[in-house]
Nanobody, 115 residues
Framework: QVQLVESGGGLVQAGGSLRLSCAAS????????MTWYRQAPGKQRELVAS???????NYADSVKGRFTISRDNAKNTVYLQMNSLKPEDTAVYYC?????????WGQGTQVTISS
C-alpha cells in the first residue's frame, strides 16, 4: 500500500520560513505529478503548487515568488520551501500525488503563522 507522509509543519512568525516534505512509501513503480494543497479553517482546499515528473511547476498566484516546489525522484519526495510567510498562509497543508496511476493523499501537516 502506497502512503504519503508530510512533515515540516509548525508555528513560525510572519516573515519566517518553513520547508515541508512529503515522502511516498510502499511499492512504487511511478510517480507522476506531485501537488501541495492547503485548507484554512472555514475555507475550501486550494492548490498551492504542483510539479510534474519532468520538473515543470505551477503556483497559485498568492504564493508566487515566495514558495518553491521541488522534488527528489530518487527519494520519492516532494518539497515545499515557503519563505516570507504571512498569517494568511496558515492552513493544513496536504500532499497529493499520482502514484502507480492512482491518486493518493497525505494526512496533512499544520502550518501556523503568527503576526
Amino acid at each position: 500500500q502506497v502512503q504519503l507522509v508530510e512533515s515540516g509543519g509548525g508555528l513560525v512568525q510572519a516573515g519566517g520560513s518553513l520547508r515541508l516534505s512529503c515522502a511516498a512509501s510502499g511499492r512504487i513503480f511511478s510517480i507522476n505529478s506531485m501537488t501541495w494543497y492547503r485548507q484554512a479553517p472555514g475555507k475550501q482546499r486550494e492548490l498551492v503548487a504542483s510539479i510534474t515528473s519532468g520538473g515543470s511547476t505551477n503556483y497559485a498566484d498568492s504564493v508566487k515568488g515566495r514558495f518553491t516546489i521541488s522534488r527528489d525522484n530518487a527519494k520519492n519526495t516532494v518539497y515545499l520551501q515557503m519563505n516570507s510567510l504571512k498569517p494568511e498562509d496558515t492552513a493544513v497543508y496536504y500532499c497529493r500525488a499520482i502514484v502507480n496511476s492512482v491518486l493518493v493523499w497525505g494526512q496533512g501537516t499544520q502550518v501556523t503563522i503568527s503576526s
